[in-house]
């Protein structure tokens, strides 16, 4: 199928993005086009206008600042997987971002891109999650900032006005000597996952000092298990306490639909929580 016929728009900064949003009836931002352009060829999305991200100036690189790193909204996913700073102080994200489709579409794919179409099983919105990333949005109002636990609104539906736009993204990270996993289960190599798992773990003394917990894949968003988090704070983490951990999920309220029953969601979250878990404290020093 081909798309729908629109008006194409190659703004050249962020200002003339957002007079362009204000102004144009039905406008649709376009970054890697990896969602969007089959979305339009399938006729699911049929915007009048479509404004191209991919020459504005300033929206795309890798910095450190202030405990975290900040990523342009269009910066490439292969760009990010390969950064040495992401290596460095964000490797749950490199890893996570290895289970992304395929090089050819982390080629082109962004991560605002990602974070935007807001896919239940994106395995970057999980990262964000994991980490407490926080957006940064622009709109004709100004620049707010907008933390990922507020971003999704419904289904695929980012809490974004039809006149704003996610400049960059803001990735707290963790002390060196942190352990880190992220695990998925997904049919084939490369596609969506049905769920996936993100584990960090920070051990200090023996004992748990500071853990977070992500589902991807059992609801519209991503899901922080918190009750687990506080269950391995202060713990000696041996495999009985990660295996209570994990057992959380079997309590999860998890979506079911055509690929999967929420009763296997539930199985799958159950055995990828405790495997990520082992494998960040073997990788923060410790040993289940
Ligand atoms: C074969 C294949 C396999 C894939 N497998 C996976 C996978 O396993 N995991 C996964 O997570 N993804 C997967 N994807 C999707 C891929 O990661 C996309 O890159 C991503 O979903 C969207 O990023 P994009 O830059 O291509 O955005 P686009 O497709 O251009 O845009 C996506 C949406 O975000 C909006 N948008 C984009 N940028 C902004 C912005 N700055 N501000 C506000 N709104 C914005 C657009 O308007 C659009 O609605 C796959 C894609 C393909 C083609």
New binding site residues.
């Given amino acids: 199928m081909k798309a729908a016929p629109f008006a194409y728009h190659d703004p050249r900064n962020v200002e003339e993005v957002l007079h362009l949003l204000a102004t144009l009836e039905n406008p ?12 339009l060829n399938m006729r699911v ?1 049929f ?1 009048d206008h479509v404004i191209d ?1 991919n020459r504005v100036e300033g ?1 795309d690189g890798v910095t450190e600042r202030d405990g975290a790193l900040r990523i342009g ?2 910066t ?2 292969r760009d990010v997987e390969e950064h040495p700073l992401v290596r460095a102080r964000l490797p749950v994200m490199a890893e996570a971002l290895s ?4 090089w ?3 080629n ?12 239940p ?5 999980a990262v964000a999650a994991a980490l407490d990333a926080v957006l940064e ?1 622009r709109g004709p109002a100004g620049a707010r900032d907008l933390s990922i636990h507020a971003f999704p609104e419904g289904f695929m539906t ?1 809490a ?1 006005a039809p006149e ?4 960059a993204i803001r990735f707290p990270f963790w002390p060196a000597g942190h352990g880190h996993c992220f695990a998925e289960f ?1 049919r084939r190599h ?4 049905i769920v996936s798992a993100a584990a960090l773990l920070m051990v200090e003394g023996g004992r748990v000092t500071r853990a977070s917990l992500t589902l991807g894949g059992v609801a519209a968003g991503p899901m922080r298990l918190r009750e687990a988090e506080a269950a391995l704070l202060g713990a000696v983490p041996s495999e009985e306490v990660l295996r209570g951990a994990a057992a959380r999920c079997q309590e999860i309220e998890a979506m079911s639909d055509p690929q999967a029953p929420a009763w296997y969601r539930r199985r799958l979250a159950t055995t990828l929580v405790r495997r990520a878990l082992e494998t960040a404290l073997a990788r923060a020093g410790g040993a289940a």
């Avoid at 890697?32 to 979305?39: A, T």
């Avoid at 289970?99 to 395929?102: D, K, L, P, R, S």
């Avoid at 099983?121 to 919105?125: D, G, P, Q, T």
């Avoid at 490369?190 to 996952?193: E, I, L, N, R, S």
């Fill in positions: 649709r931002l376009l970054a890697g086009g990896q969602s969007l352009m089959p979305m999305a915007p991200l929206l909204a269009m490439r996913q289970f992304v489709g395929h050819q579409t982390r082109r794919g962004t991560v605002g891109g990602s974070l935007c179409n807001l896919d099983s994106a395995e970057l919105v949005v980012p974004l704003e736009m996610v400049t997904a490369g596609d969506y996952a």
